[in-house]
């Protein structure tokens, strides 16, 4: 059975960072597209980044370009989400996500109904 544990979240103040990370029981990262999603209060889940594991398969959400990056660790079969200054607006629980299907093709994006495997969440409070 596949299984997604995230972790890593908590209270920050603005401009602070955090990294969080997604540990998969049942397969390994080097074989599914990956990606960090996220949902604010009274909002719909959004894509962060995604990867499908293919040169030029990177992709991120315009709101945390040049701030956060997606990497992992294939030694450890850990995902993780490096959150650099952080923003109000950012405060959101956060979702790892993997898909088999997705791994190694043409897709470049992150919506939420093209992966098939999720994490339940932690969450990530920006305030002061």
């Known amino acids: 059975q596949v299984q997604l544990v995230e972790s890593g979240g908590g209270l920050v103040q603005p401009g602070g960072s955090l990294r969080l990370s997604c540990a998969p029981s049942?397969?390994?990262?080097?074989?599914?597209?990956v990606g960090w999603f996220r949902q604010a209060p009274g909002k719909e889940r959004e894509g962060v980044s995604c990867?499908?594991?293919?040169?030029?398969?990177?992709w991120y959400a315009d709101s945390v370009k040049g701030r956060f990056a997606l990497s992992k660790d294939l030694a450890k079969n850990t995902l993780y989400l490096e959150m650099n200054d952080l923003k109000p607006e950012d405060t959101a629980v956060y979702y790892c996500a993997a898909d088999e299907d997705l791994y190694y093709s043409d897709y470049l994006g992150c919506f939420e109904g093209d992966f098939g495997s999720w994490g339940q969440g932690t969450q990530v409070t920006v305030s002061s």
């Open positions: 049942g397969f390994t990262l080097d074989s599914y597209a």
């Open positions: 990867f499908a594991q293919r040169e030029g398969s990177l």
